[in-house]
């Protein structure tokens, strides 16, 4: 075959055309066929997989997570039980509304205890703060250095929780040795009602 005999084909009878040219053109639509439904098809699966792929390797690292949570499971609820219990620790050290007048009692003994002069022991009205009440109670006190050292060891050995706020010392000057202690101490309770 040679090219003048390419130009001798008829459209309409590809059927006498010579057998390299129908082999050729059959090719040709096969290949166009293949083209088109590997276009439309099978590009837009390859697509799918590669996303399905992606989604495996979450899946997998999702359940990688959850695995090593289940399986360290015991520790977390052991540590969750130590932490209901000291909880609980922290809460019974909070005095009912009850024994608040006992432990202003307390306070004021430790403060004698330790040689202190009071020249101050007013207790405030009640507050909440973090879903616990507290009762301020300004403090002024006059002693030595060491005194103070002493009390402020009592307070934070009493058996419920008392903290001391806005601390300042100041000398006196007609006492030798002698300073000025003015605080605000918290007693943090809770209320009985919801008990």
């Given at each position: 075959m040679?090219l003048?005999?390419?130009n001798?084909?008829d459209?309409?009878?590809l059927g006498?055309?010579?057998?390299?040219?129908r082999?050729?053109?059959i090719?040709?639509a096969?290949?166009?066929?293949?083209?088109a439904?590997?276009?439309?098809?099978t590009?837009?699966r390859?697509?799918?997989?590669?996303k399905?792929?992606?989604e495996?390797?979450?899946?997998k690292k999702e359940f990688k997570?959850?695995?090593?949570?289940?399986a360290?499971?015991?520790?977390?609820?052991?540590?969750?039980a130590?932490?209901?219990?000291s909880?609980?620790?922290?809460l019974?050290?909070?005095?009912?509304?009850a024994e608040?007048?006992a432990?202003?009692?307390d306070?004021?003994q430790?403060?004698?205890a330790?040689?202190?002069?009071?020249?101050l022991?007013k207790?405030?009205?009640p507050?909440s703060?973090?879903g616990f009440q507290?009762?301020?109670?300004?403090i002024v006190v006059?002693?030595?250095?060491?005194?103070?050292?002493q009390?402020v060891?009592?307070?934070?050995?009493l058996?419920?929780i008392?903290?001391l706020?806005?601390?300042?010392?100041?000398g006196?000057?007609?006492?030798?040795g002698?300073?000025?202690?003015?605080?605000?101490?918290r007693i943090?309770?809770y209320?009985d009602e919801?008990t």
């Open positions: 040679n003048s005999d390419l001798n084909i459209p309409n009878n006498s055309a010579p057998l390299i040219f082999v050729i053109l090719a040709l096969v290949a166009a066929i293949l083209g439904g590997f276009w439309y098809d590009d837009e390859i697509n799918n997989w590669n399905v792929e992606k495996e390797e979450v899946k997570d959850l695995y090593q949570k289940a360290n499971l015991p520790v977390y609820e052991q540590q969750l130590d932490l209901k219990k909880f609980n620790n922290m019974r050290q909070l005095p009912r509304k608040v007048d432990l202003l009692a306070i004021s430790t403060g004698v330790a040689g202190l002069e009071f020249e022991f207790p405030g009205a507050s703060q973090d507290f009762m301020p109670i300004q006059t002693g030595t250095y060491h005194q103070f050292g009390f060891s009592g307070v934070a050995a058996s419920r008392v903290t706020h806005n601390v300042t010392l100041k006196i000057s007609d006492k030798k002698k300073l000025r202690m003015d605080s605000v101490a943090y309770h209320s919801g």
